[in-house]
């Protein structure tokens, strides 16, 4: 196991860190001792300003990790500052709620760029220097949706059962090499992007909880728990897992 020393050597990537539960992610990894770069379309500075208040280290700059020359453009950054990435934590996405008959090429292929396609290009970009080291981790976030098929979201779902099996398959590839693969798949969580969205126009917030054994809506900061156990050492032996974390909604 890794020294207390060592572990604050650690360099953590997450994406879609700018707000909501990449930002959540990203102020915990800082306190967990890590270095933090954060990847996302707009800036950063709001986590920036956090996690150094928290004392923490972090790099972020503008990155569309649908498009692999974007991606190959922030790793050669994050190489350059740190050498490599020992944690990619990601959790960019997009989550349209959109019927399957108003549902056209376009929206299905960007749902699945963002959600599945950037997964492939980012682990493509950092999962070489983690096999090169003997240990990594990676956390990539699926939904509580796969199990529960909730309508109007049929191409995002599809993106998460997609996820979901490439967690599963990557992990056989890669356990001999000290890396985890791993997701986490939440409920209905309020942030920034779903207070604006269908989520509150539907009426989601208010009755999701009387189906949950939770009796409230989640929070970023419930999912933080979860995804530092999985980027810590005594995750070691778990991968190719899917943790659910939705307040209890899903119970069987």
């Not at 060592?6 to 001792?33: F, M, S, W």
Request: charged share 20%; with cysteine.
């Amino acid at each position: 196991m890794a020294s207390e020393s060592e572990r604050t050597k650690r360099v953590a990537v997450v994406t879609g860190g700018a707000a909501g539960i990449g930002q959540a992610y990203a102020l915990r990894l800082a306190r967990d001792g890590h270095t933090v770069a954060v990847a996302d379309l707009g800036p950063a500075d709001e986590t920036e300003k956090l996690i150094h208040e928290a004392g923490g280290k972090v790099f972020s700059t503008r990155c569309d990790v649908s498009d692999a020359d974007s991606v190959a453009g922030f790793a050669a950054a994050v190489n350059e500052r740190f050498g490599h990435a020992d944690i990619l934590v990601h959790n960019a996405g997009i989550y349209p709620m959109v019927p399957f008959d108003k549902t056209d090429w376009a929206t299905w292929r960007r749902i699945m760029d963002v959600n599945l396609d950037s997964l492939f290009h980012l682990t493509k970009a950092f999962l070489p220097g983690m096999q090169q080291q003997g240990w990594g981790r990676i956390v990539v976030m699926a939904s509580a949706t796969f199990h529960s098929g909730s309508p109007h979201m049929v191409a995002y779902t599809a993106s998460k059962g997609g996820v979901i099996g490439f967690v599963r398959t990557l992990a056989a590839e890669v356990g001999e090499h000290g890396v985890t693969v791993n997701a986490i798949a939440p409920g209905l969580v309020r942030t920034p992007g779903t207070i604006s969205g269908p989520q509150q126009e539907m009426g989601l917030f208010e009755a999701l909880p009387n189906m949950q054994a939770i009796k409230r809506t989640g929070a970023p900061e419930d999912l933080a728990g979860a995804m530092s156990f999985l980027t810590s050492d005594d995750a070691a032996y778990m991968t190719g897992q899917t943790l659910v974390v939705d307040g209890g909604f899903a119970r069987a």
